[in-house]
């Protein structure tokens, strides 16, 4: 992390976890262990879970997230939600192009594209999602992959948009495996794709961006991650599910 040129910011992706009952319960569970946290927090939570968060979270600093947005407005698109309908129901953030609807939904960065101009008409804040499969880093292809992905994201958006957006490094191999990037292999692809915004946007713009490390983060290794110069947060998946889980991570990006 690096506090002097931007926000830390932790968030939970819980994926498909959890009832709208124990979603208010997670998040009063949480609400007074985060409450002095020097960070970001957010909670990306399914969609029929918002409006149980959103009214749990009042009053708090724990932002609420959702976890995909379609690109239209409305229209036939059978099971898909807009976003504006999201920030009617008070949700900040949107997770896009996760790896999960990636491999499993048909994602692709024109995709994510498309939804990260939505989102941001409709005054969402995309959290967009990269990272590399196993395979890719065996074969050296990590940059290759995150230079696709980056770019594909953020074709057509302009600069002024930048502030409201978050990345996230999730290399796919680290997601819900409990094997996590090394410090060092997270700072040095969180580094890279600072690089490949330095290269669109000018280093003003990258050194502003805040850049999350995703993959078996926990309360063990979040430490030592943070303190690496280009990890500014993490996106967490299977230890956001607990708030005794998430406390010791926001606590690591408080310090
Ligand atoms: P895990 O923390 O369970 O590995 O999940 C990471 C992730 O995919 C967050 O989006």
Redesign the pocket.
């Known amino acids: 992390m690096n506090k002097a040129k931007r926000a830390a910011v932790i968030a939970g992706?819980w994926k498909m976890n959890k009832t709208p009952a124990e979603t208010t319960a997670l998040i009063n569970d949480l609400k007074p262990l985060v409450a002095d946290a020097a960070c970001g927090v957010i909670c990306c939570v399914p969609f029929t879970d918002i409006p149980a968060a959103v009214d749990a979270a009042k009053g708090s600093n724990i932002k609420i997230g959702a976890q995909n947005c379609h690109w239209a407005e409305s229209g036939a698109f059978t099971g898909e939600i807009a976003a504006s309908w999201l920030k009617e129901l008070g949700v900040e953030y949107c997770?896009l192009g996760?790896s999960e609807r990636r491999q499993y939904f048909g994602e692709t960065d024109e995709t994510v594209n498309s939804r990260t101009k939505a989102a941001l008409a409709a005054g969402l804040k995309p959290i967009i999602?990269v990272g590399e499969l196993k395979e890719e880093r065996l074969a050296d292809k990590t940059h290759e992959v995150l230079d696709v992905q980056v770019k594909g994201a953020f074709a057509d958006i302009a600069a002024a948009e930048l502030a409201n957006i978050i990345i996230?490094y999730?290399p796919v191999w680290?997601?819900?495996t409990g094997l996590t990037a090394t410090d060092d292999q997270a700072d040095e692809a969180c580094g890279y794709i600072r690089s490949l915004i330095a290269g669109l946007y000018g280093q003003d713009a990258a050194d502003a961006m805040t850049i999350q490390y995703?993959?078996?983060?926990n309360a063990g290794n979040a430490e030592a991650l943070l303190a690496k110069e280009n990890v500014d947060g993490g996106?967490?998946?299977?230890?956001s599910l607990s708030a005794e889980k998430f406390q010791p991570i926001v606590a690591a990006a408080s310090k």
Do not use: D, K, T
Request: aromatic share 0%; with cysteine; charged share 5%.
């Open positions: 992706n997770v996760h999602c996230a999730e680290a997601i819900g995703g993959g078996s983060m996106l967490i998946g299977g230890a």
